[in-house]
């Protein structure tokens, strides 16, 4: 049974950056059907960033140009690049299967964006 879990979190202020990390742990991951999502208070989950079941990459409209997904396989680790963070990005982030019966969901990162 994999295992996700998110680090990286933290406090920035608008503009700045910040690089999440979801590490798989418990057997070799491909993340492929795999992404980050995430939820502001009082607001539904989102998936921003994900890779298909073929590896390409696709976002949100809101963090297109902004936020890249990448993985490092030797790693088993997925990450997710953050510039340009704006305050409406002010959010639990989460990384977990596209694929609703496969998600479980962690813990997840906070990451807030002060103005």
């Known amino acids: 049974q994999v295992q996700l879990v998110e680090s990286g979190g933290g406090l920035v202020q608008a503009g700045g950056s910040l690089r999440l990390s979801c590490l798989a742990s418990?057997?070799?991951?491909?993340?492929?059907?795999t992404g980050w999502y995430r939820q502001a208070p009082g607001k539904q989950r989102e998936l921003v960033a994900h890779f298909s079941d073929s590896g390409t990459t696709d976002y949100a409209d809101s963090v297109k140009g902004r936020f890249a997904i990448s993985r490092d396989n030797a790693k088993n680790t997925m990450y997710l690049q953050m510039n340009s963070l704006k305050p409406e990005d002010t959010a639990v982030y989460y990384c977990n299967s596209i694929i609703p019966l496969r998600q479980t969901w962690g813990r997840g990162t906070q990451v807030t964006v002060s103005s």
């Open positions: 418990g057997s070799i991951f491909s993340f492929y059907n």
